[in-house]
């Protein structure tokens, strides 16, 4: 019987997390192989190498390389790659996870070629049309022949916009599939906490990455003298943040460990002992969420609603003194009511996902 041939297209460290979940389903199916196109959009080679070998992500076929210009830039680029690639594959489908540029690039090249396009993560809405997040996810939703909705809040988003039923499948969440799979390899492997140098439910984990956070210095400053009044913060923090705090002097308290970027085992492993999260990242979010963690989000809107709404993530926006009411008022408690323990759905998105797929190629 002969293969029907998937090419994925990744750039993105949250997107290689979701893409191991599929990737090992993929190499166990009889009836699809996959090609992997890495765009290099986070390119960073410790970094990626570390993923790839943590997670047993196949190797890409194809590395573009392409990153560190502007958005318009970098998807114009990617695009014209990757439809080089389609041409010469002549995939069957080409899957997207997410809302990155290189989610949108390839969306807009496979949709040129009338290439089916299967979307993972579909219906996530922030409703801020300012967020490049928001319009790659959007416009990707509006094209795509499967769209895979992790919540049924995404099923709701998607229907509400008229986009048909029968594409539609609500299929659960792959992060929590990939949590699921490697919680137990991440606290018999990681070390990071020995490394760092902190013990369990003693810490509170910080991690800020969006530029309305990290390109003002007047926000930066802010974050930092408000993380400067509670105990130990763990700070995994990126290079170029890294660079903004130096270049302007930034005091950063003796509570606050600043520390490289982390792979995922080592991720996984501080959010699980962590006593409470502080983030502005989407995945970061969900994860609290999985490892039972109360999450406090910087920023002023969420894909992740039904999160706030179920009182386990509370939105602080750009309001950065509201930290320092937060620490002194006593830690917020995370508690959920039973009904919500499989929000994301039961860990077998990737499962549903493949059948899904192989369903839709048997019906062309």
């Avoid at 969420?289 to 179920?310: M, S």
Wanted: glycine share 6%; proline share 4%; aromatic share 8%.
């Amino acid at each position: 019987m002969k293969l029907r041939k998937i090419i994925t297209i990744i750039g993105a460290r949250p997107q290689f997390v979701k893409a191991s979940v599929l990737s090992a389903l993929f190499q166990k199916s009889r009836e699809l192989e996959e090609i992997i196109i890495h765009t290099g959009q986070h390119y960073d080679k410790a970094m990626s190498e570390l993923f790839f070998d943590q997670l047993g992500i196949p190797r890409p076929k194809y590395n573009l390389g392409i990153g560190g210009g502007s958005h318009g830039e970098n998807t114009g680029r990617m695009i014209e790659a990757i439809e080089k690639i389609l041409l010469s594959e002549k995939p069957d489908a080409v899957l997207v996870y997410g809302d990155t540029d290189s989610t949108l690039a390839g969306t807009i090249a496979a949709s040129k070629l009338y290439i089916p396009i299967c979307h993972v993560e579909a219906g996530l809405r922030s409703f801020n049309n300012r967020m490049p997040e928001e319009i790659n996810r959007v416009l990707t939703d509006r094209v795509s022949s499967l769209l895979f909705a992790p919540t049924v809040l995404a099923e709701k988003n998607l229907l509400s916009e008229g986009l048909p039923r029968p594409a539609i499948k609500l299929v659960g969440d792959v992060m929590f599939d990939a949590v699921l799979n490697y919680s137990v390899i991440a606290a018999e492997k990681s070390k990071i906490l020995e490394t760092v140098q902190v013990n369990p439910d003693e810490y509170i984990l910080c991690t800020i990455h969006r530029p309305v956070n990290t390109d003002s210095v007047t926000n930066l400053a802010a974050i930092f003298d408000a993380l400067k009044t509670t105990q130990t913060i763990v700070f995994p923090v990126h290079p170029r943040t890294k660079k903004i705090i130096e270049q302007n002097a930034i005091a950063v308290s003796d509570n606050i460990r600043l520390i490289d970027p982390v792979g995922y085992l080592d991720m996984l492993n501080l959010e699980k002992n962590a006593q409470l999260i502080i983030t502005d990242s989407g995945g970061v979010q969900k994860e609290a969420f999985f490892q039972k963690k109360y999450c406090i989000t910087l920023r002023e809107e969420t894909e992740w609603q039904e999160l706030v709404e179920i009182g386990v993530n509370t939105l602080i926006g750009f309001e950065y003194h509201k930290l320092k009411n937060i620490f002194e008022n006593g830690l917020p408690q995370f508690a959920y009511e039973s009904k919500n323990a499989f929000l994301y759905g039961d860990g077998n998105a990737g499962a549903k996902i493949i059948d899904a797929i192989v369903d839709f190629l048997n019906k062309q």
